[in-house]
Nanobody, 127 residues
């Protein structure tokens, strides 16, 4: 069974940092595009960071460039999202997404490209 499970969310003050983890099972993260999305109450789901298979090229949404860093540890089959300089507007449920079967995609930050989703981990930033 192919699964992704997020962890690492929490409540932090503005300016702080968090690292989210996404552990994959049933497939190798090296073979799949993977991405982080977030959804705040009343807002559409937003792609914030993604990483390509093999090369590990990174993609970022405009709203998070310079503050978010996506990475992966192939040995642990885990993707990470380092979030620095947290802002109140970063408050959202954060989701990990992956492909159940490898294929080329053209918009790494479009949610329709992914069919494996985790349950989400909540990030709450207070001022």
């Amino acid at each position: 069974v192919r699964l992704v499970v997020e962890s690492g969310g929490g409540s932090v003050q503005a300016g702080g940092s968090l690292t989210l983890s996404c552990v994959a099972s049933g497939f190798s993260i090296e073979s799949s595009y993977m991405a982080w999305f977030r959804q705040a109450p009343g807002k559409e789901r937003e792609g914030v960071a993604g990483i390509s298979p093999t090369s590990g090229y990174q993609y970022y949404g405009d709203s998070v460039k310079g503050r978010f860093t996506v990475s992966r540890n192939n040995t642990k089959n885990t993707m990470y999202l380092q979030i620095n300089s947290l802002k109140t507007e970063d408050t959202a449920m954060y989701y990990c997404a992956a492909q159940s079967s490898p294929r080329l995609i053209y918009n790494v930050l479009r949610d329709g490209e992914y069919d494996l989703w985790g349950q989400g981990t909540q990030v709450t930033v207070s001022s």
